[in-house]
Every structure is written in C-alpha cells, then in structure tokens.
C-alpha cells in the first residue's frame, strides 16, 4: 500500500482518494480532496495559505528539523528485509512515537513562552491600573513590599459567592 504527499497542504493520500493533476510536461501532481486542487487551480502559494504543512514549518508553527522525520522518508530504492531488523524495528516504533511527542509538546510550549510574558506584563499593567478595586488590606501589603524591597507575601482572601435566586428560579 503506498500512501502519497498532496502536493498543496502536504496531508497524507490513501489509496482509492484525492484527484491527480497531469501537466503537459508530464509532472504529476496528487491532491487530496478538492479543496487543494481548487487553491492549486487558483495559482496560490501553499506558504502563503495558513492551512497548509508548508505555511505553518515556514512560520515555526510546526517542528521541522528533527531525527525521527527521518524515518518518514521516502526510498526510492528496494531494501532486504531480515526477520531480527523488522522486530528490532517494530519494537522501536513506539519509542520513536514517544519521543516525537515529548519534542513537540516542548516546540509548543517554547513557542507559547513570548506570549505568556506578555500576557503577564499586561496583567500587570492592568493590576496596577486598577488597583483601587482591590480590598485595602490587600493594596497595604502590596505597597508597603515595595516601599521595603521585602519579598511579597501571598496573602489569601476568602470569598463568599452567593447565588441569588431569581423569581422565575423559585416557581419552577
């Protein structure tokens, strides 16, 4: 069984699926549903369209160097297949999958680092924008950690949230 690359978005092509594009030049181009051969047909770059495989490795969305890509590649050429390197190989499957994963959660999490600090400093600003809606116990800790260059405390604060209920609540 041999599964093919659409040529737009680079999604994997199983047998009996997609549509195959023959130029006059002869270059064969497969696509696996209408949607990439419509976009191919409307001459659009598959790295400028934010869908695709090849946007998102151009714009570091997607892990693109990594060792174990290498056992997705295509060969071309035949290979002898001994009994002991296909069970040696079917055993490694699933640590090569693992590994994979535990790259790509890192890539995402690297990749979400920027945002976070920003999303703190905003928080931030926010705090001390606004910081006359906290209660006055809290804004005297606050103030005087910095006046003092103490450590802040964490001080906790219990709520009480009561659910008021409506009139339409209590005829039911």
């Known amino acids: 069984m041999r599964l093919e690359k659409c040529w737009f978005c680079s999604s994997t092509i199983y047998p009996g699926h997609g549509i195959q594009f023959v130029r ?17 047909k409307m001459k659009r770059n598959p790295r400028k369209v934010k869908w695709t495989k090849a946007y998102r490795r151009l714009h570091g969305k997607d892990m693109t160097q990594d060792s174990t890509f290498e ?14 390197v296909t069970e040696q190989t ?6 090569i999958v693992k590994a994979r994963h535990e790259r790509l959660k890192k890539h995402i999490s690297d990749r979400h680092k920027p945002g976070k600090k920003k999303e703190l400093e905003r928080d931030n600003k ?5 910081i006359n809606i906290l209660p006055k116990k809290l804004r005297s800790t606050e103030g005087s950690a910095e006046e003092t260059k103490e450590p802040k ?3 906790t604060v219990k709520v009480k949230v009561v659910q008021q209920q409506t009139e339409d609540r209590m005829e039911e």
Do not use: G, T
């Open 90 to 95: 079917l055993k490694a499957i699933p640590v």
């Open 153 to 155: 405390e964490r001080v």
């Open 71 to 84: 056992f997705e590649r295509k060969r071309n050429r035949p290979e002898r297949y001994d009994r002991n």
């Open 24 to 40: 006059n030049d002869a270059k064969i181009f497969r696509f696996c549903r209408s949607k990439c051969h419509k976009n191919f």
């Open 126 to 130: 926010e705090l001390e924008q606004d």
